[in-house]
């Protein structure tokens, strides 16, 4: 297939474990939950979840597995991070093709945070595809829409994006951290919009 090298999987596996560990830290942040189950639900080897953490405490940002400083923990996230391969593409009605299909996804960024607290306009629509379904989705671009700039962001990244998903008046978000991440990196208006939702899952801006 001729688009299929446009959205895969990315090659980049260094700092896949932080990821891991940190999106399981903060969506986890109002639970007592041990090193151990950190890196379990992470699926990372404990030896480097406690080496990972423990320099984490030692920043400051982590009491054992408490969060202390939310806002830092995702700018640390934000630096260490692997971006999503992402393909642009124009859908005459992505929410009505979301709604219908049967494909795994986790809508993120505008549309993600206009169902979860409404303070954007969702002008786009971006969404995590699971890595094993990349054939599926470019099946339906070829089909039912363009190519090139448009009004949807197909995101595919470690499968483990999906962890603790959501589903918001039927559609499929990512967790809330995730979701936080994805707005700050996007930048502008997004930024107040992921501050809010620190202030509101976390407890402090």
Known sequence: ?????LLEEPSQKRGLGKERILRVLLTEDNQEITKYRVAQLADVTEEWC????????NQGL???????????????????????????VSLQQPMRLLEETSLKYGLTTYQGENLRQGLLFPSTTDFYVSPGQTSDWLNIVEEKGLLGG?????????SHVFYNEQVIDGFSTVSVPQLILDLLDEGGPCTEAAQKLIQDFHGEA
């Open 50 to 57: 406690r080496e990972y953490t423990d320099r984490l405490e």
């Open 62 to 88: 982590l009491q054992d597995t408490k969060v202390l400083e939310p806002l830092e923990l995702y700018r640390e996230w934000q630096e260490i991070r692997i971006k999503p391969d992402q393909l642009t």
């Open 1 to 5: 297939m001729y688009f299929m090298a």
């Open 150 to 158: 448009g009004n949807t962001r197909i995101r595919v990244l470690d």
